[in-house]
Nanobody, 121 residues
């Protein structure tokens, strides 16, 4: 009923920038929080940034000042602008959203399929 599709990953040199996007589609009534997570090989998935429906954002300490999360409620999208990238930012990045669907009405958590970000010279 609902799909989240990420785009924008790739290979970038240290100090470079990338912008990730995630689009939600389907029988969507309301999107509540939208988040970005990441998971590096052999590590647990961790929260990178979150944004509420009214635009309030929070960041993990390891990305503060470098990453910016934003959303477009009209387009059901969330983006992550990543600047000053470091090799330790290398991971698969996933968007997550808490969504109320219509017909039937239900609130569930949805995940995208992930997009790879590799920071290397």
């Amino acid at each position: 009923q609902v799909q989240l599709v990420e785009s924008g990953g790739g290979l970038v040199q240290p100090g470079g920038s990338l912008r990730l996007s995630c689009a939600a589609s389907g029988r969507i009534s309301t999107i509540y929080n939208m988040d970005w997570y990441r998971q590096a090989p052999g590590k647990q998935r961790e929260l990178v940034a979150t944004i509420t429906s009214d635009g309030t954002s929070n960041y993990a300490d390891f990305v503060k000042g470098r990453f910016t999360i934003s959303r477009d409620n009209a387009k059901n999208t969330v983006s992550l602008q990543m600047n000053s990238l470091k090799p330790e930012d290398t991971a698969a990045y996933y968007c997550r959203a808490i969504i109320r669907t219509s017909f039937p009405s239900a609130i569930n958590t949805y995940w995208g399929q992930g997009t790879q970000v590799t920071v290397s010279s």
